[in-house]
């Protein structure tokens, strides 16, 4: 099988473990269940489930402890996608070609679809203690899907985006690193430090992957930009040139687009030097790495 | 001292311990800090904490063990209320006498603020595990506390709600207790079961637990639904009358007044005979429902 076949077999295994932990569609709440299925089932890469089992096999994790967590992320980066789409944020009405959420069950519905899957993420994370009731790495894991998606994480930079957006305000340089780093970077680190984790890498290690993660979070964002200016619609996902029409900062728009491109570059080959500086290695996480940053895929 | 001297004093007490949790209002995101500490800082009885150190207390406990899920557990009530306040909700525009978070922050703030807490209160009750690293009471009380929030708790008796007022119908005795028992109960259950589970009470004991506190939850909200009719506007904290101006089904239009009086004086009478069976006891608490439910508060 060629690299493409095999990462559309491991993003379906990886979408089968997601929904095998979704809510069963029943009950007086089955609106709210079926709008949390609506959402997560609207396909996208599972690209934070892949890089976690990715790095867990790399370090030479092979129990099933595992898979409450890519569930659990899974379910964090949906429920931060329908409250983004929300009238009151990016009021957006269809993603990945579908209507919203929101469109289809109203905006009630969708504060509390969103809110329902941020519960439910850490229900299901916490299902890891039926599986292995002793393992000392599941608080840690834990507490880094708390934290990755949280304040200090996703949810932080997404804040920022959002303040300054409605203000009309452009950001510096500063600011939008932070951003990058948390509503783009945070969410790759948390998959790819849990995986770590749970297979029990090192301390040391754990912090290359982390590192790691937040360079290909980055450098996958500036890919973003550029694309924007630069890409097709069939690869970006949505319309080109909507950043300059919307007046978003851009990494682009700060560093120009020569410098941005070569920042993509070398951040991508750091942080792929990361992973072949590791004792272990699994080849197919290094191509996912390059083609994704490339965008090939 | 008397009752309620020392029911302040324990407020208090709680209140202190809540605030201790907060994030530093500080950094690049501070916006979205500052409205969680608007939110968490408008006041209120404190009673879930209050209750779970009360059982905590009851059952035998006295580590500090306790005070991230009080917090936690204050951090998820104050989500779903900056989340219900919301236009695309009940679009209340004041809460205790003071704006509520999205008039001040803006829609999009307030989303982004009770996702803040959500999250936050599973990083917050994920320090337990810093205080007491081995203690296997922690992974159970952090089920519960996830479990009473979500789907089939709160947020499952929050989404029935909105859907039957949304689509202007009314409930059935079978649909409203549904919603009570969650809306209300779950987390008043989730209080008093993880004070009992860290303080090592028995399987059986948290059962009996549960049930009370489950009475407790739908008797508060049955005497609401009556001092809606009967009470006045400074015991309710919200207009007298405005449940049948908003033709919501209340205990008191299925069942009629003097049922609704009965029943709650019969499920209060059952809650506290649960506590009063109990080998150890704590008179404030038994007071503290008493009273509560009586809403000489």
Redesign the interface.
């Known amino acids: 099988m060629n690299f493409k076949e095999v990462l559309e077999q491991k993003v379906k295994a990886a979408e089968q473990i997601v929904c095998s932990y979704l ?1 069963e569609e029943e ?3 089955r ?3 079926d709008a949390m299925h609506y959402s997560v089932k609207a396909g996208g890469k599972r690209l934070r489930p892949v890089f976690m089992k990715e790095v867990y096999t790399l370090f030479g994790g092979h129990g099933k402890v595992i898979e409450p967590f890519m569930a659990a992320l899974e379910m964090i980066h949906n ?1 931060s996608l329908v ?1 983004d789409d ?1 009238p ?2 990016d009021n957006d009405e269809y993603r990945r070609g579908r209507k919203t959420t929101h469109v289809v069950y ?7 679809t ?3 899957l ?3 993420a ?2 299901t994370a ?1 299902k890891a ?1 039926d599986l292995e ?1 002793e393992n ?1 790495r ?2 840690q894991a ?2 880094i899907l ?2 990755k ?4 994480g996703m ?6 985006d ?2 300054k957006e ?1 203000a009309g305000e452009m950001m510096n340089m500063d ?1 939008l690193t ?1 951003v990058h780093e948390r509503k783009t970077g945070a969410l790759i680190e948390c998959a790819m430090m849990i995986g770590a984790v749970l297979a029990g890498a090192s301390c040391e290690d754990v912090g290359r992957v982390e590192e790691a993660a937040r360079l290909i979070g980055v450098a996958f964002q500036i890919q973003d930009d550029i694309l924007d200016v630069e890409g097709n619609q069939e690869v970006l996902g949505k319309p080109v040139g909507s950043d300059e029409k919307n007046h978003k900062t851009t990494y682009v728009t700060l560093r120009g687009m020569e410098e941005s491109k070569n920042d993509v570059k070398e951040m991508s080959e750091r942080a792929i030097s990361i992973f072949r500086g590791l004792p272990n290695q699994n080849e197919f996480l290094n191509e996912l790495i390059e083609s994704l940053i490339g965008r090939e895929l």
């Open positions: 809510p009950g007086y709440q609106t709210v269940i429920y409250h929300l009151a944020m109203g905006e009630g519905m969708a504060v509390l969103g809110d329902a941020l519960n439910f850490f229900e916490l203690f009731p000392p599941i608080p834990l507490k708390a934290q998606a949280g304040l200090y949810l932080g930079g997404q804040a920022v959002v303040e409605k600011e932070f």
